[in-house]
């Protein structure tokens, strides 16, 4: 059973649940990407450094968590069936992991958040459609990703897509999200076989390109698309994801192409992005979002100070912020290197589980404003969010005036503070 | 044992006076001590006798003054003004560059005479100079008129130089005369202003007479037409900005401004480059300072936007052209407050509007350009009798007839780009050839460039055969050259000369 019921609007700004058998998650939602498969056997959680460590934060091991419960930084998680050779593994150990859903071991049997398993196109493609491990190639077909993907035991799947990227000529792009179409059709006809989610990949930058991307789908499916699937998700944003603009109005003419085709039910997850365009992009209409950036961050020694800034973790005010793991003296005295035998996996992942604490503490903040239904306080939400960033704050200052409220009515009164 | 430092008051005075360069501060200074004696109305003449001697002549029906506040006018740093535009006591320290200072005025039923002698030369004579005191009881009504002879202006006050225009310009940009206070203060204490340039000065115009308040254009939001972005206007209505430093300290940054084309703010009395004049003004006393243009960002032009931003905690130089404590937290809070606000400007609906409709009229100015550059083109190649070309791409062109119109030989564009030295890859009889495809092939020479990948030289006209025939007599990057025009041929090189024909189009096609 799939449900998405919108509990409160404020704008285009939308406040839902989002139901998969019996696992419910309130969305606006960020679903940390891991790596369940990193190379290694079960004792060591399938592979070790700092993705071992997050995936102790996530299952609540108390040597790791210091007792305190972090699960639920990972109500929902990404998983890419492409993350699987992340480290090279033999074609047996493949295998071996797909053996077993995820919850059926014994480490992973207590969690009991969503798995969001993705198809990984975007890898897939760039690998010339094909997985490749140390001692084995293969061809990655929809049918083949769907059969993977089923074997991690996910609520949530999503076709094979073939993302697109702004370079591409025209006629690339169109047979790419052709390509991407025949995929969604072969997962409609999959459908039963999926016990929970299926989401639908679309690409493009604007309403031309969105339409003319549902409109090859719709053109392959027998069926209207909310009769196959349970959500849209948009994808290709990756190497655009530093222009805020481009990913507002893309997400934005994602959701006035759904309202126009009868899809406004559905929710609308965006592929890759979080940090500092998550707030303007809920703003618009997105509902979740899924990103390795928390970690990645922490790989690089960076301690996120808020949405928009990182500081180098030595120099870090843990005092200053008010997440659980910076007001626990365990997670400090790791990420300060202050006890005996740390490894870099401890220090890291004790930052990467801050970061991520820090992108669902702001995603929790949005979430309680838009129950209010206050377009005010979540206008002045967004200007304090951004008022000391200079280059950004343009894109939220223009979001607010022209979608929440304007700056200067033209009746002379003010809406600013 | 403890010493009390000394001040050169004589130095001082002379300091301060000559801090004020522009001669038309003494117009700001008159209207500051105007303003803060209430007065209703001030009037100011200037006059310039024969021998070029200015006489400047204040006159307001302000509160007056009584002797101690005379000796705040004429001592140095002694004002008896709190909360007011001259709590510095140095303004009219201006006047001591004159021969002779004579005040009068009436207070509380007593009229004040006071006379200075030769300040200025006294000063110079490193001397303190003096002035004489005489009161007698009056019925006369409060006011104040003040007559300063010989002010020494520089060139400022000649005729050549000063202008009711100039004035007036600087009355609202840079003196209490275009104070935004009333968009703010309900009590706002207005006051008519009045000044007179004797006849040898100016005399194009009748003299000044405005409020001291700035008064932005008539807004003209959608004017109707179709070139009509010049005249567009927007205000943008008064705000108090408040920023909380980091100790607490709360400042009020007061904004107003307008936004509007080259026309709508010809309708201010602007004088000189708009760049000059417009963009956002920081204020103390709702007096402008100095610009701060950067609050606007890169992405947009800065003289579409005429913004006042008023904070009293704003710390000014003496002369009050400058703002002193810009490398402090105040200034730091105020302008990043600013440059919030700006970029809400410019996010702003109407502004976004004008900036599309100024694009877009530039586009169709340059549309209608292109019309009569066209008709020129066409009247041009009518008189040449067809194609003629001027550059590579059109020696493509007239290649494409020559090989249309049956010529004896295949020659096809392969490949072509502009930038390349060997610019084209051509396809003919023998084969794909690198070629130099040139108007004229005296311009190729011309760039000296390498022949030693060139197997045919492609050009409308040979060009200047005289230079050729120059470069023939010496050598071309060191390697005899020979040009054979009978036979169409470049031979280059030493002993096994390589040999390049050339392919003229100009009598072909």
């Not at chain 1, 990467?352 to 404003?369: G, M, S």
């Not at chain 2, 005040?103 to 303190?128: A, C, F, R, Y």
């Not at chain 2, 931003?309 to 105040?330: F, H, M, P, Y």
């Not at chain 2, 586009?363 to 008189?383: G, I």
Request: net charge negative.
């Amino acid at each position: 059973m799939v449900s998405f019921d919108v509990i409160a609007e404020a704008g285009e700004a939308r406040r839902g649940q989002l139901q998969i058998n019996d696992r419910a998650l309130e969305t606006p939602h960020l679903f940390p990407v891991v790596n369940f498969y990193g190379g290694g056997n079960e004792p060591a959680l399938f592979g070790g450094g700092i993705h071992r460590t997050v995936k102790e934060f996530m299952v609540n091991h108390p040597p790791t968590t210091g007792g305190t419960d972090y699960s639920d930084l990972f109500g929902g998680v990404m998983t890419s069936i492409s993350s699987l050779t992340d480290y090279g593994i033999r074609e047996k150990k493949l295998e071996e992991y797909l053996d077993n859903e995820i919850r059926e071991w014994g480490k992973f049997s207590d969690y009991d958040g969503m798995i969001f398993a993705d198809s990984g196109g975007y890898k897939i493609l760039k690998q010339g459609g094909e997985l490749e491990g140390e001692d084995f190639t293969k061809d990655i077909s929809q049918d083949k990703a769907l059969d993977m993907q089923l074997d991690l035991g996910p609520d949530i799947v999503v076709n094979l897509d073939h993302p697109i990227h702004p370079d591409d000529e025209f006629e690339e792009r169109i047979e790419k999200m052709e390509k991407t179409a025949v995929n969604a059709r072969q997962l409609a006809e999959r459908r039963d076989e999926v016990d929970g989610a299926c989401y639908l990949t679309v690409h493009g930058y604007y309403e031309a390109m969105l339409e003319r991307s549902f409109d090859a789908i719709e053109d392959e499916l027998d069926r209207p698309i909310p009769e196959v699937f349970d959500g849209i998700a948009l994808g290709s944003l990756v190497p655009r994801k530093d222009n805020v603009e481009v990913l507002i109005e893309a997400v934005s003419d994602c959701r006035l192409e759904m309202q126009q085709r009868g899809y406004n039910d559905l929710p609308l997850h965006v592929f890759g992005i979080s940090g500092n365009a998550m707030p303007l992009l809920v703003a618009v209409g997105a509902d979740t979002f899924d990103s390795a950036s928390y970690l990645h961050q922490a790989i690089n020694g960076k301690y996120c100070v808020n949405l928009f800034e990182t500081v180098p973790v030595e120099e870090a005010d843990f005092h200053a912020c008010d997440c659980r793991i910076c007001n626990d003296g365990l997670h400090r005295d790791r990420m300060r290197n202050r006890l005996d035998d740390l490894y870099q996996k401890d220090i890291l992942g004790s930052v990467a589980a801050h970061n991520l604490a820090i992108q669902q503490r702001e995603l929790r903040r949005f979430r309680q404003l838009i129950a209010e239904a206050d377009e005010d306080q979540i206008a002045a939400y967004l200007e304090e969010a951004v008022k000391d960033q200079k280059g950004f704050r343009k894109f939220a200052y223009k979001l607010i005036n022209e979608r929440i409220k304007p700056y200067f009515d033209d009746d002379g009164e003010t809406s600013y503070a | 044992m403890h010493k009390t430092p000394k001040v050169n008051e004589v130095n001082e005075f002379i300091e301060i006076a000559s801090d004020f360069e522009d001669p038309l501060e003494v117009i700001r200074e008159a209207l500051s001590n105007s303003y803060d004696a209430e007065a209703t109305w001030v009037e100011i003449e200037i006059k310039q006798d024969d021998e070029g001697r200015n006489t400047l002549i204040i006159k307001d029906d302000g509160h007056g003054m009584d002797e101690q506040d005379l000796e705040s006018f004429f001592d140095l740093g002694n004002s008896n003004k709190h909360d007011a535009i001259g709590y510095k006591g140095h303004g009219t320290k201006i006047y001591y560059k004159s021969d002779e200072i004579r005040v009068e005025s009436v207070k509380d039923g007593n009229h004040i005479e006071s006379v200075m002698e030769q300040p200025w030369e006294t000063l110079n004579n490193h001397e303190l100079p003096t002035y004489s005191i005489d009161t007698e009881e009056t019925d006369e009504t409060t006011g104040t008129r003040i007559e300063v002879h010989g002010f020494r202006a520089g060139q400022g006050f000649d005729p050549e130089q000063l202008t009711y225009n100039k004035i007036e310009h600087y009355i609202k940009w840079k003196t209490i005369g275009g104070s935004t206070a009333w968009h703010f203060d309900d009590d706002f204490h207005e006051f008519d202003i009045k000044v007179t340039l004797s006849p040898q000065i100016d005399d194009t115009r009748k003299p000044i007479e405005t409020t001291n308040k700035l008064e932005f254009p008539d807004e003209n939001l959608y004017p109707d037409g179709e070139f009509v972005a010049e005249r567009m206007c927007k205000h943008f209505p008064p705000r108090e900005l408040t920023v909380t430093l980091d100790d607490g300290r709360e400042l009020t940054i007061e904004v107003v401004g307008m936004v509007g084309g080259k026309e709508a703010r010809n309708e201010l009395p602007t004088y000189g480059k708009h760049s000059a004049q417009f963009g956002i003004w920081l204020a103390k006393d709702h007096i402008k300072v100095e610009r701060y243009n950067d609050a606007i960002g890169a992405d947009n032009e800065f003289f579409h936007f005429f913004f006042v931003a008023n904070c009293q905690s704003l710390e000014l130089s003496a002369n009050r052209e400058k703002i002193r404590n810009k490398s402090g937290d105040v200034y730091q809070a105020i302008t990043n407050e600013l440059e919030r606000f700006m970029t809400k400007v410019c996010q702003e609906e109407w502004y976004r509007d004008y900036i599309a409709r100024r694009k877009l009229e530039d586009k169709k100015r340059s549309v209608q350009s292109q019309e009569s550059s066209l008709q020129d083109r066409l009247v041009k190649t009518k008189e040449q009798g067809g194609l003629s070309p001027s550059n590579p791409a059109e020696v493509i062109a007239a290649l494409e007839r020559y090989s249309a119109n049956g010529s004896p030989e295949t020659v096809e564009i392969a490949d072509f780009r502009m930038d390349e030295e060997v610019n084209a890859i051509v396809n003919t009889d023998d084969g794909y050839k690198n070629a130099a495809l040139q108007a004229k092939l005296s311009d190729f020479f011309e760039d000296e460039t390498p022949l030693t990948h060139i197997d045919r030289f492609i050009c409308w006209k040979l060009g200047d055969l005289d230079a050729l025939t120059k470069i023939e007599r010496a050598s071309y990057l060191g390697e005899p050259i020979r040009f054979d025009f009978s036979n169409n041929e470049v031979m280059y090189g030493d002993g096994d000369a390589k040999t390049i024909p050339i392919l003229e189009l100009a009598d072909k096609v």
